[in-house]
């Protein structure tokens, strides 16, 4: 079983049915799920992006200012990470939302030390705000935290989308899903499942992917134990 992991969750799979936004009630099904695991006594943080509120790329080519639209995206995820701390407290799970964005009337300002310390007690935390740059994405938020913080993997927590295939499945009915690769590989043939800054960090610093669909229950508490679920990234 991994004792300390980052899980990135996408925004959008904070919406639900919806068309964009926050739904409380998928919320709190993925809060009782990290629940599960944090009774286990595994060590979590969570990186959430934006894209249920705001995406930057999107504005960016609606002609917006890159780095105007990527700070409008970091102040989405803080958004979901409020959501996210409220469902988790409400479940009894101590938790701390941690800002690379100063928002010091909402949550802490992220300080590796302090969040190292927070995961040793036994505190989820919510790393909201990226990297606190533009132009770099949550996938990196989440490279940089693991690598920053030991975690021994990276749980990419996808919305409908059971792992990494050789093309995608949603055009191709013959796409084939692979069980394991290297970050070499997912590098040389410019895979798409996390984007090459964070692939690049995660082979520098040999931290695992798991790539799986969270949208089946259970799935989080399967990859933390270790079963063979979507694909691996050694």
Known sequence: MYKRVIIKMSGEALKGNTEFGIDPKTVLKYAK???EIHDLGVEVGIVIGGGN???GKTAEEMGMDRAQADYMGM???IMNGLAFQDALEKLDVPTRVESALEVNQVCERYIRRKADKHLSNGVVAIFVGGTGSPFFSTDTAAALRAAE???EVILMAKHGVDGIYDKDPR???NAIMYNELTHKFVLDNGLEIIDSTA???CHENKIDLIVFNMEQEGNIKRAILGEKIGTIVK
């Open 33 to 35: 799920e990290i629940k």
């Open 53 to 55: 509120i705001w995406r």
């Open 75 to 77: 102040l989405a995820t």
């Open 149 to 151: 913080l030991d975690c």
């Open 171 to 173: 055009k191709h009915k």
């Open 199 to 201: 692939a690049s960090m």
